[in-house]
């Protein structure tokens, strides 16, 4: 398992948790509850934190990162073929044409 994503509320980690699952990959949240329980660790060893499988920690670390960049605006239309496109996409996934500056 790969560690691709830890935040120091539950809240953060849970929304990204949604994310992962959203895009299919299956993940696993760790240390839901072990906040302040163990003394010694660094704090940031005790916050909540998502892994998934090996094989899924690239398409995760994207997957996140995109998310971490969506916009709330509006939808948007591919300049190069016309499709519609959630504004969390930056680029067309039909044609892979770049979203129109905002
Ligand atoms: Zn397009």
């Known amino acids: 398992m790969k560690r691709v994503?830890?935040?120091?509320?539950?809240?953060?980690v849970a929304h990204a948790r949604n994310v992962l699952l959203t895009a299919g990959i299956r993940c696993?949240?760790?240390?839901?509850y072990l906040a302040g329980a163990l003394g010694d660790l660094p704090m940031m060893e005790t916050w909540p934190q998502l892994l998934v499988e090996d094989a899924d920690?690239?398409?995760?670390?994207?997957?996140?990162?995109?998310?971490?960049r969506a916009t709330t605006g509006p939808a948007w239309?591919?300049?190069?073929?016309?499709?519609?496109?959630?504004?969390?996409f930056t680029s067309c996934w039909r044609c892979g044409a770049e979203a129109p500056p905002a």
């Open 5 to 12: 994503y830890r935040a120091a509320t539950l809240l953060q």
């Open 57 to 68: 920690e690239q398409y995760a670390l994207s997957v996140l990162a995109r998310a971490a």
């Open 77 to 88: 239309t591919c300049p190069v073929c016309g499709e519609r496109l959630e504004p969390q």
């Open 28 to 32: 696993e949240l760790r240390n839901q």
